[in-house]
């Protein structure tokens, strides 16, 4: 697996050229909270920036997945999270979910890492014991019930 110090160290040497852009806020660093193995998933967790948060997975090395650039859906118990496939010869093949961007609206580390835990919490949830409803969990729902609105 992957480690997320390594993923850490890759976003902040890509951070060294956004830092002059406006989408960055200077109040952020990065950092990878959740990281973990999930048995026949692969492994995620929520990847801060100062420009950016995401759902970071790292499918399985034998996974059958479309080509860089495609979408594909990550399953998980809570629900479908619709991905973006990456390709770079530091990460290998991964793909991301952007949770939310710019990220001027977060006044410090201590509030985008609440916000990361928040959706790890929500995402790794078992699903309740009734069957939900056929909606899938979708970003904005998934920020609304992290917000604490309805769903």
Not at 104 to 123: H, K, S, T, Y
């Amino acid at each position: 697996m992957l480690a997320a110090a390594d993923i850490e160290a890759y976003y902040r040497a890509v951070g060294t050229r956004m830092v002059e852009l406006p989408v960055c806020n200077p109040a952020l660093a990065v950092e990878l909270l959740g990281w973990r193995a999930v048995e026949g998933i692969g492994a995620l967790g929520v990847l801060i920036t100062p420009w950016c948060m995401n759902l970071f997975w790292r499918p399985p090395a034998e996974a059958e997945l479309p080509a860089k650039g495609e979408r594909v859906v990550l399953a998980l118990p809570s629900g479908d999270y619709e991905c973006t496939l990456h390709e770079d010869e530091t990460l290998g093949r991964y793909a991301s979910a952007s949770l939310c961007s710019p990220m001027q609206d977060f006044p410090g580390q201590a509030e985008a890492r609440a916000m990361a835990e928040e959706v790890l919490r929500l995402i790794f949830a078992e699903p309740e014991s009734e069957p939900p409803q056929p909606a899938q969990l979708t970003r904005r729902a998934l920020f609304r019930r992290a917000l604490g609105g309805a769903s």
